[in-house]
Each structure stands twice: as C-alpha cells, then as structure tokens.
C-alpha cells in the first residue's frame, strides 16, 4: 500500500540508546494515518510496542517500554520516531513500523495496520 523505510537499528549494550526513523515514500495523506512500531523476536509473535495517532495528540505504549521509550513524529518529512533508552536484552528484536488508518480498528493489533516497513534489526547485549 505504501513504502516504508526503518533505520536506526544496531547493537548496543543494556542501559544504552537507540533512535529508529520510518520514513513514507510518499507523503500523501500521511497525517490521515496512525503510525505504530511493533517488535518480534526469534519465535515470537509479532508485538506492539508505540503507536501514534496522525496529529500526534494521542499516544499508546506498550507496558514493557513506558518510561523508556518515546514516539514521536514529523508529519512534514512523513516520519515516524521511536527513542528507545535504558535498553535491556528483552528488548532484543527485529523492529517494524506499520500504517493504520484514523478510523476504529485495534491500534494494538498489527492486523490493523495494512503496510509495514522491512524491519530494522536491535540486538542489546548484557
């Protein structure tokens, strides 16, 4: 439906920081969209981590990453930002951005969401 692009994935130590970009191909109606970053690991399903709504007014996080990760995005440069700080290894996993549309559907559920980037592998060492 859409391209989108991750980046800012690699290796760090636990207690270290990490910044991912998702950035849309085109920006046609980007605002018009709730973008969201999931996570799966090796074996796992895949699972939400943050989603953003198009204005960004509204914000969801996951249990696991409050207090430590930040979603933020610029709808002028048609990206969507996930700051990940005091990573530990749980957080270990291949991290994807998603496209939602601004209606009622399940902003947890990666079902909901109908483009996906690649994937950007994070891997933090003990």
């Known amino acids: 439906q859409v391209q989108l692009v991750e980046s800012g994935g690699g290796l760090v130590q636990a207690g270290g920081s990490l910044r991912l970009s998702c950035a849309a191909a085109?920006?046609?109606?980007?605002?018009?969209?709730?973008m969201g970053w999931f996570r799966q690991a090796p074996g796992k399903e895949r699972e939400f981590v943050a989603a953003i709504s198009g204005r960004g007014g509204t914000i969801y996080y996951a249990d696991s990453v409050k207090a430590r990760f930040t979603i933020s995005r610029d709808n002028a440069k048609n990206s969507v930002y996930l700051q990940m700080n005091s990573l530990k290894p749980e957080d270990t996993a291949v991290y994807y951005c998603?496209?939602?549309?601004?209606?009622?559907?399940?902003?947890?559920?990666?079902?909901?969401?109908?483009?996906w980037g690649q994937g950007t592998q994070v891997t933090v060492s003990s």
């Open positions: 998603g496209r939602k549309r601004e209606y009622y559907t399940d902003t947890y559920s990666p079902s909901a969401y109908d483009s």
């Open positions: 085109s920006g046609r109606a980007f605002s018009m969209y709730v």
